[in-house]
C-alpha cells in the first residue's frame, strides 16, 4: 500500500503543467498585438492602465468582450478588421477568465 501511495504522490507531484494556448494567446493579444493593457487593469495581465474600465472589478462574461472589441465602446474603439476572429475569441477568452482572479 506504501508502494502505491508513494507512487501516485511522486506521480502527482511531477506531473507537469500545462498552460492553456488559448490564455497564451489572448494574454499575447491583451499585452502586445491590441495593446489592452495601455488602458486597462488586469492583474493577470500585469497591467496598470488608467484610461478604460478595471477588469479586475467588472468582471465582463465573454459575450461583453467580444461585443466590446467588435464594436468599440466610449473611447474605446473597434477591433473588428484589425484582429482576427480567432484573436477576438482568445482575448475575450482570457479577459472572462482572468478578470477578478
Known amino acids: 500500500m506504501k508502494k502505491i501511495f ?5 506521480f502527482i507531484i511531477s506531473k507537469q503543467v500545462y498552460s492553456d494556448p488559448k490564455m497564451d494567446l489572448g494574454l ?5 498585438t491590441a495593446q489592452c493593457s495601455t488602458c486597462h487593469v488586469l492583474k493577470a495581465a500585469n497591467s496598470n492602465g488608467a484610461l478604460g474600465p478595471n477588469l479586475d ?7 461583453q468582450v467580444i ?7 466610449g473611447v ?5 478588421g484589425i484582429l ?3 484573436e ?6 482570457f ?5 477578478g482572479k
Open 88 to 93: 477576438i475569441e482568445a482575448v475575450s477568452y
Open 57 to 63: 472589478e467588472i468582471r465582463p462574461i465573454k459575450e
Open 6 to 10: 508513494l507512487i501516485l504522490f511522486f
Open 84 to 86: 482576427t476572429e480567432e
Open 76 to 80: 474605446m474603439p473597434s477591433f473588428e
Open 95 to 99: 479577459v472572462s477568465e482572468s478578470a
Open 67 to 73: 461585443n466590446s472589441v467588435k464594436n468599440g465602446i
Open 28 to 32: 499575447n493579444i491583451f499585452n502586445n
